[in-house]
Structures are given as C-alpha cells and as structure tokens.
C-alpha cells in the first residue's frame, strides 16, 4: 500500500547539533546547507516496509533559544503544522558542561509542552531525542540508564546514535532503532493541506519538481503566520498573504527556465531568505 499524504516528521535541535548528519546516516542524504542555519531546510526519505511504501517529508528547524521557540510553537497558528507531525526527532550533542545538560531538559519540556497542547496527552507521535558524538571531551558521564528516565519523563525515546549492535533484550541500537521506531508507526494522517497552489490549481512542486521549495513553503506559511502582530486586523493579514503570495510566484517564474539541479538550490535558498525576512 502506498501512503499518499503521510505526516511528517519534524528534525530538530541546537545549532550544530549534527541533524544533517543524523539524516545522512539515516536516509542515505541530506539537504544541502544553503546558509549559516539549518531552519527551514526539508528532506524526503523514501521509505519501504512489508506493509506500506511512502515519500516522509522531513522538515529541520533550529532551536537557537528554547524559550523563543517554544513561544512560537504554543501559539494557535501553529496548531496546523504541529497537527500533522507524525515524528519529532530531537538530536543534541552530548553534553559537555551541567549547563548544557540543563539546556537539553529545558528543549525536551519544551517540544512536550507543544506536543500536549495541540495533540493532547498521549499523542500518537514518535518522539526520539538522539545523542550526537561530541568532538569535545570529556564530556559528561551520564549512564544510559540516566538519559533513559530523563528523556521517558517528556515522553521521548533516548538513542545513542553511536551505539552499534543490540542490547541485552535483543533490540537494535543506534540508527537502526531510530530507522525501527520510524518504520513500525502508521504514518497514514496527512491530508497535504498546507501545500501551496498558484492561481491556475497548479502546484509549486509540479515545477521545481523539488522537496526543497514545497517543505519550505509549508514552513514558511507557519513562520509568517507565527510572526503577525496579534493586533493586526484582517485586511492586513491578507495584504500580508498577497505579498508573500507574489514573492512566491516570482521565484517560481525565475526558476523555470533553469536546470533541474540549479533550480532546486535556487528556490531552497529563495525560500529561506524570505523565511529570514519575517
């Protein structure tokens, strides 16, 4: 069976946390780094199982300020976008100093916060909080068994990207439980309602044929949503949506006549500065 309209997942975690990398390892690729910022960034892991084959959109954020983000995220506008998450995947580098074990408790309260207030207690989510290497060393001696009941506290999974083999259960460890936890979830749900269209019912991707620009839309409208002054009428708003409604188009007409791959980098980047601008 194929999923038409799966639900995403959603990547994310400090700057240089080591999401890029993390989706190398799991997917195979990763999206190219088109500024100083991984936020607003998409992927598309093509997944097969016995049961199920499926495109899974895979947004990136950044978490440069937990508070700011979590400020964005518990807003209603955001409701749309959380809703149809069917993944959360926070990676952190292992901590080197108490203070930046704090930071990781605070991020994981932070995305459950957000998780309960628009799905609800016991969303049907998978939630991985990933240990990256860390290049400094040492770094802080936390058992498994600690980052365990930390990470179980704020409903997530603990998984040592590092780690190879199984444990004493027989249960794969490392990728291979991330690739075994995302795999095993019902990823059926997303309607593609976010999914900008231009004028004609033609859809953005049918031109740039890329992941890039259409994940990045999505993002976007949440971004510019998130950042309308709250008294703003709604004359406005819509202004507002115009606006960035004709920036669009005028990346999609600029990008036609180009190469595939030179067009693809075109629209992620266009996107993205606009992104920046709100």
Request: aromatic share 8%; hydrophobic share 40%.
């Amino acid at each position: 069976m194929e999923i038409q309209h799966p639900r995403r997942i959603l990547a994310l975690g400090a700057p240089d946390s080591g999401v890029l990398s993390l989706l190398k390892d799991l997917t195979g690729s990763a999206p190219e780094l088109i500024s100083d910022s991984t936020a607003g960034l998409s992927h598309t892991w093509s997944l097969s199982t016995r049961y199920y084959t499926a495109n899974l959109p895979i947004w990136i954020d950044e978490i440069p300020s937990v508070s700011e983000w979590r400020s964005e995220f518990v807003k209603p506008e955001a409701k749309e976008v959380v809703s149809v998450l069917g993944a959360w995947i926070f990676c952190f580098r292992k901590p080197v100093k108490e203070e930046d074990f704090s930071v990781i408790k605070e991020a994981l309260q932070a995305i459950a916060d957000v998780i309960e207030k628009v799905c609800g207690y016991g969303a049907d989510v998978v939630c991985l909080a990933v240990a990256m290497p860390q290049s400094m060393t040492p770094y802080l001696d936390k058992s498994d068994d600690e980052w365990e009941e930390l990470c179980m506290e704020f409903g997530f999974e603990f998984v040592d990207a590092e780690a190879k083999g199984k444990n004493e259960f027989g249960e794969p460890l490392g990728m291979q439980r991330i690739e075994e936890a995302l795999k095993a979830h019902s990823w059926q749900g997303g309607d593609g309602g976010l999914d900008f269209v231009d004028g004609d019912g033609e859809g953005f991707g049918d031109s740039f044929d890329a992941e890039e620009l259409e994940m990045n839309m999505e993002l976007f409208g949440m971004k510019g949503a998130l950042h309308e002054a709250e008294d703003e009428d709604e004359e406005a708003q819509v202004e507002e949506l115009e606006s960035m409604m004709r920036r669009m188009m005028a990346i999609k007409e600029m990008g036609e006549s180009m190469p595939e791959a030179e067009r693809k980098r075109f629209a992620a980047k266009a996107v993205n500065d606009l992104m920046k601008g709100l």
